[in-house]
């Protein structure tokens, strides 16, 4: 099966996808690797893509989305990296492979992912659910089961489909999906790109759940998992091979989550070890922390959260400000100053 493995990330967590993309070298050399990024290199970071592991290179401002800065503009830097994933999987079905995977750069392959390309022989769409055990604690329950009430049945840092039938065709609802709903609005019922795949179940045939408690290995899922290192040093999850894992949250939050449900099982600890060791020898200095170069407007200036909901909320905003990143007179900037009084 001639398989495309892609994730979507800025360059401040180019760190992660590199660790991501060597660990599934590692496993799988003859899968072709794809870093999908909406942002631009920080000056004074030398960005060669030939020194990089990975295979292609894909800006989203290539994906041939429709007035694209417009369109970037309405996202925040965690939308929009979401966003870019559907158009994406939609256009690398007409690449020439069988199978296309998404993972999420701050995930980590260690163990092989041959069983994804077995299912995908029969099946069109993969999905990992948060959950596939049921929690029994109180305290769990609220964290982890409400949490995925909230965000998603599914993980989307996670999914996998054949480019033709049925897979061809989620990918093309998730492209138009995300293309227009992409946002962190959950009282409106919108996570990103995680609750719509709640409906994916009802809507698509040929799905397959991953009920393997090895494949996406989380905080919000560690209270039912039981991580084993077994004499031979093989990985072990409730006694089935770890798959891949997910670091969310990496730092103070992370930890605390990571404390809160590993307890006294100390092989959670040494893989997250492994993971920041990892991901602090594949950090470059030169790109300053949190950079994102979408994140101000031409002047620097940072564009809060409610200027972007603001324009895309108005039809006339858009049409009058195509570009609403740029500064000076005649700008959007410029407008919501005189506007908005501030």
């Known amino acids: ?23 599934l070298r590692q496993h799988h050399p003859d899968w072709e690797l794809a870093a999908l990024i909406t942002d631009r290199p920080p000056e004074g970071f030398d ?3 030939a020194q990089e592991p990975f295979d292609r290179l894909v800006w989203a401002s290539d994906l ?17 990296c979401t966003a870019v994933k559907g158009p994406f999987l939609h256009q690398a079905c007409g690449w020439g492979f069988d199978a296309v995977i998404y993972m999420d750069p701050d995930t980590a392959a260690l163990g092989s992912l041959a069983p994804l390309e077995a299912w995908l022989e029969d099946h069109d769409i993969l999905l990992t659910p948060h959950l596939v055990d049921p929690n029994e604690d109180h305290a769990a329950i609220l964290d982890n089961d409400l949490s995925a009430s909230r965000t998603g049945i599914f993980n989307l840092g996670f999914v996998a489909i054949r480019t033709t039938g049925e897979g061809a065709r989620f990918a093309k609802w998730w492209n138009d999906r995300l293309l227009s709903y992409c946002y962190d609005d959950m009282p409106n019922g919108l996570f990103v790109d995680q609750r719509w795949c709640d409906h994916v179940p009802a809507l698509f045939d040929r799905l397959k759940i991953v009920r393997d408690p090895g494949y996406n290995v989380a905080s919000w899922n560690l209270s039912t998992r039981k991580i084993t290192v077994e004499k031979d040093g093989r990985i072990t999850v409730n006694g089935v091979p770890l798959r891949f894992w997910h670091f969310t949250k990496l730092g103070a939050v992370g930890d605390s989550m990571t404390r809160r449900y590993a307890g006294r099982n100390f092989p959670v600890y040494e893989i997250w070890s492994w993971y920041k060791r990892e991901v602090t020898a594949a950090t470059d200095p030169a790109i300053p922390e949190r950079w994102w170069a979408y994140g101000t407007y031409g002047d620097g200036a940072p564009i809060p959260k409610a200027d972007r909901v603001l324009y895309r909320e108005r039809g006339d905003l858009q049409q009058a400000f195509p570009d609403p990143f740029a500064s000076g007179p005649g700008s959007y900037q410029e407008w919501l100053v005189a506007e908005g009084g501030r």
């Open 47 to 49: 960005f060669d893509p």
């Open 1 to 23: 099966m001639k398989t495309l493995c892609y994730t979507s990330f800025t360059f401040s967590y180019l760190n992660r996808a590199r660790v991501l993309f060597k660990t």
């Open 64 to 80: 041939n989305i429709p007035n694209f800065q417009s369109w970037l503009f309405k996202h925040d830097v965690v939308e929009v």
